[in-house]
């Protein structure tokens, strides 16, 4: 057989090898319905110290258990014969108009979840028509996603470092890289206590140990496509937005002083912040009014009701049960948005039902991601999109923000002390 022809067969078995593996990929997306299959599918692919450090809660984890029970309490009452032909899901905040009450939130090391995870999920992002936001702890640095997401609209997620002027010139980093938008996260004081990552021995930074080798072994797809193609490019993964002398990988722990996280931050601090950033600010985990009165006083444009996704804090109150107590405190003049618990589109909408303006979502964009790479994460958000749509035809609703007229708040129960008159 000449030379020529034989490339030409291998091309195409080559080709066909590869077209049957996507083939295959894209079958096993299909049978993914709902969030829940993501998350077991991200299970399935990820060492479970990994997994286990995105999904799960701290403590006793009282608080995970409780943010699904409050959300599913929430109940919307559909309004009949109201022919709206289509939907409108389109939502403002903070000026801008997106295509969906959505923003990605930022995850520490979502670069580890899939390779380049911050620039691909900011992809799915910018062609949702969603802002995304990014984490200081993220692997890729603001700038390289910004490059590789082009049209992306990118927030920018601060832990304060204890040397406040590092974190002033990543801020100046950050704001020469486009990003306009700032979301401090201020419920962070110390590290939560998260018994699980103890007995699967992960950390951060990551350790070397028997027990994380064993684990990763058992996970090839995930060793392959993700750890070993950092290890054959730019080697093991860092945190991308640390200055480049304490830059180092995640397996190797930062001893600099000047770049720990701040566990002192105060209302002085976001003050100093607000001179610092021209542009807008967003005070994320508050879950009182008082503290939601503090960030209007202290200059910031929002805030975030948020639990942290319960893995913070166990004894802390769900967002969608003090967001309505928060939303009458602040009025219009700070905007509300939410995040922890979502796994539908009608938990969004339950939230902006609630008031919130818009919904931050975590572990599910890394599910996606888990899931099926790129392919995934847009899978998953396109799902959300059509429960929302889908949600609000059954409700009668034309935009998501009318679904505060569809709480359910029944009326107290009495009943009579007599059960003879109650008879009579």
């Known amino acids: 057989m000449p030379k020529a022809v034989k490339q030409l067969c291998y091309c195409d078995i080559d080709q066909s090898a590869g077209a049957e593996k996507r083939t295959t990929r894209e079958m096993k997306m299909r049978q993914l319905s709902n969030a829940r299959d993501f998350r077991e599918a991200a299970r399935r692919y990820l060492p479970r110290a990994l997994f286990e450090y995105i999904d799960r809660g701290s403590e006793d984890e009282c608080a995970l258990a409780r943010l699904r029970e409050s959300l599913g309490a929430i109940e919307l009452v559909p309004s009949i014969l109201t022919a709206h032909q289509a939907r409108d899901l389109r939502t403002e905040v903070l000026g801008k108009e997106y295509s969906l009450p959505i923003i990605i939130a930022p995850t520490a090391l979502a670069g580890l ?11 799915v992002a910018a062609s949702q028509g969603i802002p995304v936001c990014i984490s200081t702890q993220s692997v890729t640095t603001v700038e390289d996603v910004a490059s590789g997401a082009p049209g992306a609209d990118i927030w920018f997620q601060l832990y304060m470092w204890k040397d406040r002027s590092r974190s002033k010139a990543l801020l100046e980093r950050v704001a020469a890289a486009g990003v306009t938008t700032l979301v401090i996260t201020a419920d962070t004081p110390a590290s939560p ?3 699980y990552n103890d007995r699967n021995g992960f950390s951060i930074p990551i350790k070397y140990s028997l027990r994380a080798g064993l684990d990763v072994l058992m996970h090839p797809r ?5 750890l070993m193609r950092y290890l054959l490019t730019t080697g093991m993964p860092t945190y991308g937005h640390y200055p480049e002398e304490f830059r180092g990988a995640v397996t190797r722990p930062s001893v600099a002083e000047a770049v720990r996280l701040e566990n002192l931050l105060n209302w002085e601090d976001i003050r100093q912040i607000r001179q610092w950033w021209k542009g807008k600010i967003l005070i994320k985990g508050i879950l009182s009014v008082t503290d939601a009165l ?14 942290h996704g319960a893995r913070n804090l166990d004894v802390a109150p769900p967002p969608a049960r003090v967001r309505p107590q928060i939303a009458d ?17 009608s938990d969004v909408l339950k939230y902006v039902a609630l008031g919130a303006r818009s919904i931050m979502i975590g572990r599910l964009p890394l599910w996606g991601l888990a899931a099926g790479g790129e392919d995934g994460a847009d899978l998953l958000l ?3 999109r059509n429960e929302i749509d889908l949600t609000l035809c059954m409700l009668g609703l ?12 029944p009326a107290q129960i009495t009943f ?6 109650a008879a009579l």
Do not use: F, Y
């Open 294 to 307: 503090n960030a209007k006083a202290a200059g910031a444009e929002g805030i975030v009701v948020s639990s």
């Open 398 to 409: 034309q935009k998501p923000a009318d679904c505060a007229l569809a709480v359910h708040r």
């Open 329 to 345: 405190a602040v009025g219009r003049d700070v905007e509300v948005l939410a995040d922890s618990g979502v796994m539908r589109g």
């Open 193 to 195: 206590k998260r018994e």
């Open 416 to 421: 009579p002390t007599n059960p003879l008159s």
């Open 222 to 226: 995930w060793l392959g496509g993700v």
């Open 113 to 123: 979840v899939s390779h380049d995870g911050e620039v691909k999920i900011a992809r």
């Open 382 to 384: 396109s799902m959300l």
